[in-house]
C-alpha cells in the first residue's frame, strides 16, 4: 500500500513538473534580475553595490552548476558553503542578496574541508535552474534539493573566485536615485499593478509634476486642483509612490 502511495505520489509530482519549470525560469528572467534593476535608486548610498552584487551571485550560481556543464555531477547543488574571509569582504554585497532573495543563510558558520570556516547560503533554485544546461527540471534533482544529504560545495578563501570583482567607492552622502525618476515608472505595469493610468500621468506633467521628487514635496491641496485628480487619485498616487520608494 505504502509503495502504491509513494508510486501515485510519484506520478502527481512528475504531472505537475512543466509548469512549476516554467514558473522557476518565468521568475528568473522576468522578476529576480529585473528586481535588481529596480531596487538599485533605492539602496541610497549602497546603489554603486548593484553591479557587484549582480557579479558575486552571477559566480556562485556558476560555481554551482559548473560540473553539470563538464558532466562531473547530474544535479546541481543548491546550497553553498563560503568562507567567512569572503563573507566579510563583501558583507553589504551578501547583505543585498540576501534582501532580494537571492541567497538565503542557513548556517552562520561551518567547518570546511578546505580549511577555516563559513557560512551556508541556500540559493535562489529559479536561477540555479536557469543556469543548467538543459534548464529542466526533474523529480531526481527535487529529490535531492528536498533532502539535503550531499556534501556541500565550497567556496574557499584562496580559490579566487571573486578576485576580479572590484567594489566602489561609497560617496558620503547620497540621495535616493528613485526620487529623481520621472514619474512614468509609476504608470501601470507588472512592477506597479496598482499604477497611475495614462491620463493621470498627463494631469501631473501637465501641472509640472514631473519627477518622483516634485510629487513627494506636492501637498495634497495642491494636487487636489488639478483638474480630475480627487481624494480617491491622491491616495493611489501616494501609495505607488510609497512602493515605488520603499518596496
Known amino acids: 500500500m505504502d509503495d502504491e502511495l ?34 538599485a535608486p533605492k539602496l541610497g548610498v549602497y546603489e554603486p553595490l548593484i553591479d557587484p552584487a549582480t557579479l558575486v551571485f552571477e559566480k556562485i ?31 553589504k554585497v551578501f547583505e543585498i542578496l540576501e534582501y532580494l532573495g537571492f541567497l538565503a543563510k542557513r548556517e552562520a558558520s561551518r567547518g570546511m574541508k578546505s580549511g577555516g570556516r563559513g557560512a551556508v547560503y541556500a540559493v535562489n533554485l529559479c536561477s540555479i535552474l536557469e543556469k543548467i544546461p538543459t534548464s529542466r527540471l526533474t523529480i531526481e534533482m527535487i529529490d535531492e534539493w528536498i533532502a539535503g544529504k550531499t556534501e556541500l560545495s565550497e567556496i574557499h578563501l584562496s580559490g579566487g573566485l571573486f578576485a576580479p570583482i572590484q567594489m566602489p567607492e561609497l560617496p558620503a552622502d547620497h540621495a535616493l536615485g528613485i526620487l529623481e525618476k520621472d514619474i512614468d515608472i509609476l504608470r501601470k505595469s507588472r512592477a506597479y499593478p496598482y499604477g497611475l493610468t495614462e491620463d493621470k500621468i498627463t494631469r501631473l506633467k501637465v501641472a509640472g509634476i514631473e519627477t518622483i521628487q516634485t510629487l513627494w514635496d506636492t ?15 491622491i491616495k493611489r498616487m501616494r501609495d505607488v509612490m510609497q512602493q515605488a520608494i520603499w518596496m
Not at 12 to 39: K, T
Not at 77 to 89: A, F, L, N, P
Not at 219 to 233: F, H, N, R, S, W
Open 219 to 233: 501637498t495634497d491641496a495642491k494636487l487636489q486642483e488639478i483638474d480630475g485628480v480627487g481624494p480617491a487619485a
Open 61 to 91: 550560481v556558476d560555481h554551482l552548476t559548473r560540473p553539470l556543464q563538464h558532466g562531473t555531477r547530474m544535479i546541481a547543488q543548491d546550497r553553498v558553503t563560503i568562507h567567512k574571509g569572503i563573507v566579510s569582504e563583501f558583507a
Open 6 to 39: 509513494t508510486s501515485a505520489a510519484q506520478s502527481g509530482a512528475r504531472n505537475i513538473i512543466p509548469d512549476l519549470n516554467s514558473c522557476l525560469l518565468a521568475m528568473a528572467q522576468d522578476y529576480y534580475w529585473p528586481l535588481m534593476e529596480e531596487v
